[in-house]
Structure formats: structure tokens, C-alpha cells
């Protein structure tokens, strides 16, 4: 019997949690703030802008938005990150991305201080997670070990194929699997045999941006599935980059898109300005 993993129901007790440290937090004098940026008018940026002011409010976090025109310079952008990085107040600082073409996300990453980088992308806490030093690690990722380990899945000694090689997710998921004990293999545009590969997964990490493009074929007897991919169909319905119709029966577990990893993602951001506040 496939065991759906529930990221609805493991996101709010991971809320629940948090709600109880930041209101601990609160007694002993200490807030949790977080600061978030949105440049431009992007729809899916601000509905996950609006999903986090409302985890926000929900854990008792105070959050301070920047809702800043699409002909904002790259200067201005800065500007406002520099006066966050210098505010004792604020412990956490997000720039929702995708940013305007004429502003480079890299530079604004590197300009966010690495101890306020609650979204885990600047260099110096990517290099800390290879290293397996303490630093903050990218939310989707460390949401994805959440599912797992809470849904009692075993991944040491595993085989873990992922799918996607990008720095937001296929990257840092690989180094949290090997931290975890997996044996990992990462697969992506230039791979040769793909479902050769994805067939030796005992747990597969599906991270493409193509909607269904892992069926059947690709997966094992058994195996546990992992779909971090979200589309919208011309029907309006959402799906994943995993055909969940075609691969569920096969799996021992997998999560659905939406409802699996989408919650875990903003649960984790929340731990990340929470543990951000403690170490302030």
C-alpha cells in the first residue's frame, strides 16, 4: 500500500513547533523578524510572498515587506539590503526571486549578510552545508529531509537518484542526502540512461520544471518519491513533474503535488528565521 507523505500535516506541526519557541523566545525579550523584498509584479512571486506573510503572522514572526516597483535599480535594491544587513532588529532577510532582468541575483545574494540568509543561497552557508559546518540550508531541500525522516523513511545506506543539478535544489539536496548516510547519484540534461538510473532509486528526488516527464518507466518496485516540481495545466489543475497517476502504485511512498514538498518549503524559512533570532 503506497503511503502518501502528507506536507500539509507535517508543515503545520513543524508550525505548531515553532510557535511555541518563538513565543519562548518572545518571554525571554528576543523577536523573530524577517524582512521580505519583492521587486516587480511576478503572480506566482506574490502569491509565495503573501504565503509567507501569513506563516509569518501564524508562528507570532514579525515581517517587514519592501514592495518595490519593477524599475527599482540595482543600486536601490542594494541600498535597502544594506540598511537590513545594519538593522540589530531584523534576523532574517528574503528577496523573493525571480528579480528583473536588469538586476543581478547573484550580486544581490552575496550582498544579503550570510547570518540574515534565511533562504540559505548565499555562498558562504552553501559552503558551510559541503563542509558540514552550522549555517542555513536551503529551505526546499531541508524541507525534503523533513518529509522523510518524519515519515519514517529510512535513507541511510540508500540509494537516492536526484533528478535536476539546479543550486536552489538538485545541489544542496544531494549534500543533505550524503550528511544523511544515502548513497547519491545526480542526474540532469547531459545524463546518458536516464531510466537506467532513476530504476536503482530507492528514493527518487524529481527537480526538472517539466511537467510529468517522470512515468512508470522510470521508477522501481517500491521505491519512494520525491516531486518538487509544481505546473499549472491548461485544465488549471496543478501537477508535478512526476505523472503521480502513472507512478503511484509502483511507490512505497510518494508525496503529491500540490500538498507534499510546496508546504515544507515555507516551514522551513520559518525554522531558518527562528534559528536565525537564537543565534542573533
Known amino acids: 500500500m503506497t503511503h502518501l507523505i502528507d506536507g500539509k500535516q507535517i508543515s503545520t506541526d513543524i508550525k505548531e513547533s515553532l510557535k511555541v519557541e518563538v513565543a519562548k523566545l518572545k518571554e525571554k525579550g528576543i523577536n ?90 548565499h555562498p558562504e552557508n552553501v559552503g558551510a552545508l559541503v563542509i558540514g559546518q552550522k549555517g542555513f540550508v536551503s529551505c526546499t531541500p531541508a524541507g525534503i529531509i523533513e518529509l522523510l525522516k518524519r515519515s519514517n523513511i529510512d535513507i541511510d545506506g540508500k540509494h537516492c537518484v536526484i533528478v535536476g543539478r539546479s543550486n536552489i535544489v538538485g545541489k544542496p539536496m ?18 546518458k540512461n536516464l531510466k537506467g538510473i532513476t530504476k536503482t532509486a530507492d528514493i527518487l528526488i524529481v527537480a526538472i520544471g517539466k511537467p510529468k516527464f517522470i512515468n512508470e518507466e522510470y521508477v522501481k518496485d517500491g521505491a519512494v518519491v520525491i516531486d518538487v516540481g509544481i505546473h499549472r495545466q491548461e485544465n488549471k489543475k496543478l501537477c508535478g513533474d512526476v505523472d503521480f497517476d502513472s507512478v503511484c502504485d509502483k511507490t512505497s511512498a510518494i508525496t503529491p503535488v500540490p500538498g507534499g514538498v510546496g508546504p515544507m518549503t515555507i516551514a522551513m524559512l520559518m525554522h531558518n528565521c527562528v534559528e536565525g533570532a537564537k543565534n542573533y
Open 174 to 191: 544531494a549534500l543533505l542526502m550524503l550528511r544523511e548516510n544515502a548513497t547519491v547519484t545526480v542526474c540532469h540534461s547531459h545524463t
Open 32 to 121: 523573530c523578524v524577517l524582512a521580505v523584498i519583492q521587486v516587480g509584479e511576478d503572480p506566482a512571486s506574490k502569491v509565495y510572498v503573501r504565503n509567507k506573510k501569513r506563516a509569518c503572522e501564524y508562528i507570532g514572526i514579525e515581517s517587514i515587506s519592501y514592495e518595490l516597483p519593477e524599475k527599482t535599480t540595482q543600486e536601490e535594491l542594494l541600498e535597502i539590503i544594506d540598511k537590513l544587513n545594519d538593522d540589530e532588529k531584523v534576523n532574517g532577510i528574503l528577496c523573493q526571486l525571480p528579480l528583473p532582468k536588469h538586476i543581478d541575483e547573484d550580486v544581490v545574494i552575496k550582498r544579503i549578510s550570510p547570518q540574515k540568509d534565511v533562504d540559505g543561497f
